[in-house]
């Protein structure tokens, strides 16, 4: 497509003048000794690759594509009070010297090039438990692994311990969220300062001479996204008129004035955390339906933070329910096309989506970081939604990062 070809004529955003991150986050293993002693289990295995977030959690490890392993061993049977549970991490071979660097636990054990994660993993538990005893592991431990556990005698009991203890963030993981979400709005103030520099040419929007596309405000914003030191993940997503109702959109469409531009932007920082922001946008609007739907969401996101105000202990599907009533008043249908067709808002951390989900019926707590993202959705028309990413305080909520809003777009 004409103008998808530039490059440094379309300058991006200033670099940040302090390019230095927070410390990468640790991991507590407190919680796996509480949850062996729950259990009356003696260890907990988790096996995955750098693309399993369970394991980067578990690990901070960030390498490499095949599976190792982390094992927690805690003392008679998982006393939560005694310091000598231990947290090691099987690393593949050639990785030494960066398992030791990243990994926060006890020991670093390196295997051998083809040894089978699950069998190193198996190695350690024989070491301190003997061939004997309970084990608990994640619902999506591969296969292979189960098998290897359980053939040297071990009994396998599911639990939801990590995926629990990754809703709450500690200090060092807000710093990382902060300072993503920080970079991402500075993406999309790229994206809509484009759109206010676009011309009106004819049924098109041109931007320095050619046409204006989704895939050019795509690469604009990534552009800027590398500079502050976080990467796109393949999760700029941006639509333009019906395929803003495509709720994962990152094809080509052309921009035309008078339609709604949706930017979803959610790049993933060095240590794992991801950042998550969406404005929605008109060129030259006639203040038809999409004027309609962006007072509509706007209204429903202040209910949602309305609801936030309680702080900890606010039922989780509340905020979810406000929200979606608040669609309701404005004459917009919930829960299906086109109206509102999607949940107000989820966790986020070293998953784009994780816990909690606002359409949970259980109690928010401090440090759970959601997003609040009401939207209005029309195949036929477009789509607009609106979305920050805020933490739950004991007395209310926190914005990780502020950026405005309004439907006219204007030079950030």
Same mark, same amino acid.
């Given at each position: 497509m004409a103008g998808d070809s530039e490059t440094d004529e379309d300058s991006v955003a200033d670099? *940040?003048?302090? !390019? =230095?991150? *927070?410390?990468? !986050? =640790?991991?507590d293993y407190g919680f796996l000794a509480a949850a062996l002693t729950e259990s009356d289990a003696e260890a907990f295995v988790h096996v995955g690759d750098r693309f399993d977030d369970g394991t980067r959690y578990l690990t901070?490890?960030?390498g490499p594509d095949r599976d190792f392993a982390f094992v927690f061993v805690g003392p008679g049977g998982g006393d939560a009070g005694n310091d000598d549970s231990t947290a090691t991490l099987c690393a593949p071979a050639l990785f030494e010297e960066q398992a030791k660097r990243e990994f926060p636990g006890d020991e670093v054990r390196m295997a051998n090039v083809?040894?089978?994660?699950?069998?190193?993993?198996r190695a350690v538990l024989d070491d301190a438990l003997g061939g004997d005893g309970t084990v608990l592991v994640p619902q999506e431990i591969p296969h292979d692994a189960a098998l290897y556990l359980e053939r040297a005698g071990y009994e396998l009991r599911s639990t939801s311990a990590v995926a629990d203890a990754r809703a709450v963030k500690t200090e060092a993981e807000l710093d990382c969220l902060r300072r993503?979400?920080?970079?991402?709005?500075r993406g999309m103030a790229r994206a809509e300062t484009i759109l206010a520099e676009a011309s009106v040419e004819g049924d098109e929007l041109h931007w320095k001479g050619a046409p204006l596309s989704t895939e050019r405000l795509r690469r604009q914003?990534?552009?800027?996204?590398?500079s502050y030191g976080v990467r796109d993940a393949g999760n700029t997503v941006i639509g333009a008129g019906p395929s803003c109702a495509d709720l994962h959109f990152?094809?080509?469409d052309d921009v035309a004035p008078g339609e709604t531009v949706l930017l979803d932007i959610s790049p993933r920082g060095p240590h794992g955390y991801y950042g998550d922001l969406t404005r929605t946008f008109v060129v030259d609007g006639d203040g038809g339906w999409e004027?309609?739907?962006?007072?509509?969401?706007?209204?429903?996101?202040r209910a949602a933070f309305d609801e936030l105000d309680a702080g900890a202990g606010v039922t989780a599907s509340t905020v979810h329910e406000e929200a979606a009533a608040e669609i309701a008043a404005y004459g917009f249908s919930v829960g299906e096309e086109p109206g509102f067709t999607h949940g107000?808002?989820?966790?986020?951390?070293?998953?784009?989506?994780?816990?909690?989900s606002l359409r949970a019926g259980e109690p928010l707590e401090a440090g759970m970081v959601v997003t609040v993202e009401p939207g209005v959705y029309d195949s036929s028309q477009g789509g607009v939604r609106i979305e920050d990413l805020v933490v739950v305080t004991e007395d209310g909520y926190e914005l990780l990062a502020e950026y405005p809003t309004g439907i006219v777009p204007q030079k950030r």
């Amino acid at each position: 497509m004409a103008g998808d070809s530039e490059t440094d004529e379309d300058s991006v955003a200033d670099a *940040p003048t302090d !390019p =230095s991150w *927070p410390e990468r !986050p =640790s991991t507590d293993y407190g919680f796996l000794a509480a949850a062996l002693t729950e259990s009356d289990a003696e260890a907990f295995v988790h096996v995955g690759d750098r693309f399993d977030d369970g394991t980067r959690y578990l690990t901070r490890f960030s390498g490499p594509d095949r599976d190792f392993a982390f094992v927690f061993v805690g003392p008679g049977g998982g006393d939560a009070g005694n310091d000598d549970s231990t947290a090691t991490l099987c690393a593949p071979a050639l990785f030494e010297e960066q398992a030791k660097r990243e990994f926060p636990g006890d020991e670093v054990r390196m295997a051998n090039v083809g040894d089978p994660a699950g069998e190193r993993a198996r190695a350690v538990l024989d070491d301190a438990l003997g061939g004997d005893g309970t084990v608990l592991v994640p619902q999506e431990i591969p296969h292979d692994a189960a098998l290897y556990l359980e053939r040297a005698g071990y009994e396998l009991r599911s639990t939801s311990a990590v995926a629990d203890a990754r809703a709450v963030k500690t200090e060092a993981e807000l710093d990382c969220l902060r300072r993503v979400q920080r970079a991402t709005t500075r993406g999309m103030a790229r994206a809509e300062t484009i759109l206010a520099e676009a011309s009106v040419e004819g049924d098109e929007l041109h931007w320095k001479g050619a046409p204006l596309s989704t895939e050019r405000l795509r690469r604009q914003v990534n552009a800027t996204l590398a500079s502050y030191g976080v990467r796109d993940a393949g999760n700029t997503v941006i639509g333009a008129g019906p395929s803003c109702a495509d709720l994962h959109f990152t094809g080509t469409d052309d921009v035309a004035p008078g339609e709604t531009v949706l930017l979803d932007i959610s790049p993933r920082g060095p240590h794992g955390y991801y950042g998550d922001l969406t404005r929605t946008f008109v060129v030259d609007g006639d203040g038809g339906w999409e004027r309609r739907a962006y007072v509509a969401v706007e209204a429903a996101q202040r209910a949602a933070f309305d609801e936030l105000d309680a702080g900890a202990g606010v039922t989780a599907s509340t905020v979810h329910e406000e929200a979606a009533a608040e669609i309701a008043a404005y004459g917009f249908s919930v829960g299906e096309e086109p109206g509102f067709t999607h949940g107000t808002g989820h966790g986020v951390g070293v998953s784009l989506h994780e816990a909690p989900s606002l359409r949970a019926g259980e109690p928010l707590e401090a440090g759970m970081v959601v997003t609040v993202e009401p939207g209005v959705y029309d195949s036929s028309q477009g789509g607009v939604r609106i979305e920050d990413l805020v933490v739950v305080t004991e007395d209310g909520y926190e914005l990780l990062a502020e950026y405005p809003t309004g439907i006219v777009p204007q030079k950030r």
